[in-house]
């Protein structure tokens, strides 16, 4: 060995001594280890959504029997993953979920508000279907290529019009053809719509085919009156309702247009509560189209301020509404919405997008610049570091909407929703349905479960629900009155919820 060989080993020596030495010094001794891990996953436990919140005796014992559901129905999926009920696609799982355990409980769950959903879509496939379709006056033109709808004293002659109930009594395939051209549902809806473009090209034509026949006034009014009791009968108890307020017509060619439009809603709404005084109340979000010419946005910004005048406790504020991808970004119209009154707030869908860099993309960070109260969808949320500083700072809560957003093309196993990580790190999120007649869903449950099954952890549990429900309450545009009046009657369901729960584990277990 000469002098250089023997140097040269000399410094592999020493640096192997040098590793070993920084390994024992940074290892944790192995009693350690174990300590290391339970303290580091009850740290990330506690720092997740509802991990802050402590549950009391009496909601442990419930927790015990959601908890024994929801991880059956997990530990069935990781044995085999196909079968997960949040990674298919909703129109095949849906039959499934109205089966599950864990949806069951959570349809009893008294859900809080309903802070995102869009006026024409809130109501059930059943009952469009089958009771509004089925009243006098109601005609149709040119079913077997592109169906139209529309009620009519005397119909007009921009189309061949027939009485729907004539048509019914020649044909048998009239509630199929109708059925297709209000829903998203398809055979095959991977074929159907292989990217999100097709997705919204299908959505927005049920948006053009259901609007004339459902903007007759009374039907107008009987089809919100029944969103209402179906969120009520789905254990909700407020409504933030995005309104476009399209023009509305009576037989004899009275039209009704915006404030007239939301004062109707106002009308509605008055009449639930007096029929249902335990519901909370209904405000608006006017939310007209974003894909609109200047002259068009200046006027959307004159009738917001004037909705507010009006009905200042009854409009909550103003948002743009559309395919974001396809319409204008917000910094298009930021100038105009820079100016528009303190009054009104600003609720904005941004960021309900794949793209990541793009005008659309950057809606996360004009809306949080524009001051925007909530942000809808907020799908490319994490790709802006700094607007979510932001959404902390300012307690901007994200309007989450799982199954919208499949859907939609943004994502097909829910497990991959970014919402989790929002979850994970306890950000100011709240769950909503967005258009739930658009997939044949109801209420709010649905997507209740998406996100409690499919987005969150295995481990949330009730307190994660019971933080969905008050976030919904706390990131409203209630006025302190009502939030009040919202937490009693919350607080009493929630108490009659949890003590049916509890119930349910002392009679298995006398079984
Ligand atoms: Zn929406």
Redesign the pocket.
């Known amino acids: 060995m000469n002098y250089k060989t023997s140097c040269s080993l000399l410094v592999v020596l020493l640096a192997i001594v040098a590793v070993l030495g920084y390994v024992v010094v940074n290892q944790p001794v192995v009693e350690d280890y174990w300590k290391l891990r339970n303290d580091f996953l009850k740290h990330e436990q506690h720092r997740t959504f509802g991990g802050d919140f402590e549950l009391e005796d009496w909601e442990q014992a419930a927790n015990q029997v959601l908890m024994k559901a929801k991880r059956a129905e997990i530990d069935d999926g990781c044995k085999k993953p196909s079968k997960f009920l949040p990674s298919q696609n909703f129109f095949v799982a849906a039959e499934k979920i109205r089966r599950s355990a864990v949806f069951k409980i959570i349809q009893k769950m008294p859900k809080g508000s309903i802070l ?1 959903a ?1 006026d024409t879509a809130i109501v059930s496939m059943y009952y469009v279907l089958n009771n509004i379709t089925y009243r006098p006056d109601l005609y149709v033109c040119d079913i077997d290529r592109d169906p139209k709808l529309q009620f009519f004293d005397k119909p007009d002659h921009t189309c061949n019009w027939t009485l729907l109930g004539d048509l019914r009594e020649k044909r048998n395939d009239v509630d199929r053809k109708i059925r297709q051209k209000m829903t998203m549902n398809s055979e095959n809806s991977e074929l159907a719509y292989p990217d999100s473009d097709a997705a919204w090209e299908k959505f927005m034509s049920i948006f053009i085919f259901i609007t004339p026949f459902l903007t007759y006034r009374p039907i107008y009014e009987d089809h919100f009156y029944q969103g209402l009791l179906e969120f009520y009968n789905d254990n909700v108890l407020y409504l933030e309702l ?1 309104t476009t307020l399209p023009t509305l017509y009576d037989l004899n060619g009275t039209k009704y247009e915006n404030v007239e439009v939301a004062k109707i809603y106002k009308k509605v709404t008055d009449r639930f509560l007096k029929d249902y005084p335990d519901f909370v109340g209904v405000k608006l979000i006017y939310a007209p189209l974003r894909n609109c010419k200047k002259i068009e946005f200046n006027e959307y910004l004159k009738i917001a301020e004037e909705l507010k005048r009006q009905l200042p406790d009854f409009i909550a504020g103003f948002d743009l ?1 559309g395919q974001e991808d396809k319409g204008k970004p917000l910094v298009e119209f930021a100038e105009g919405l820079r100016s528009i009154g303190n009054d009104v707030q600003l609720f904005f ?1 941004s960021g309900e997008t794949n793209w990541y860099g793009t005008s659309v993309d950057e809606n996360l960070v004009d809306a949080v610049l524009l001051n925007t109260k909530r942000i ?1 969808h907020g799908f490319a949320l994490l790709k802006h570091p700094k607007v979510m500083e932001m959404v902390r700072d300012k307690s901007i809560a994200i309007e989450v ?1 799982p199954i919208s957003n499949q859907v939609l093309g943004l994502v097909k196993d829910l497990r991959n929703h970014p919402a989790a990580a929002l979850f994970a790190n306890n950000y100011p999120v709240v769950v909503s349905n ?1 258009d739930p007649r658009m997939w044949e869903a109801k209420g709010l449950s649905y997507d209740f479960y998406e996100a409690f099954v499919g987005i969150m952890s295995r481990s949330a549990d009730l307190r994660a629900l019971k933080k969905l429900a008050l976030n919904s309450i706390e990131y409203s545009s209630m006025n302190v009155v009502q939030k009040k009046k919202a937490k009693e009657i919350w607080n009493r369901r929630w108490e009659k919820f949890v003590v049916d729960l509890k119930n349910l584990r002392d009679n298995t277990e006398k079984i």
């Open positions: 995102h869009h995005r509404v869908h809808g909407s967005d």
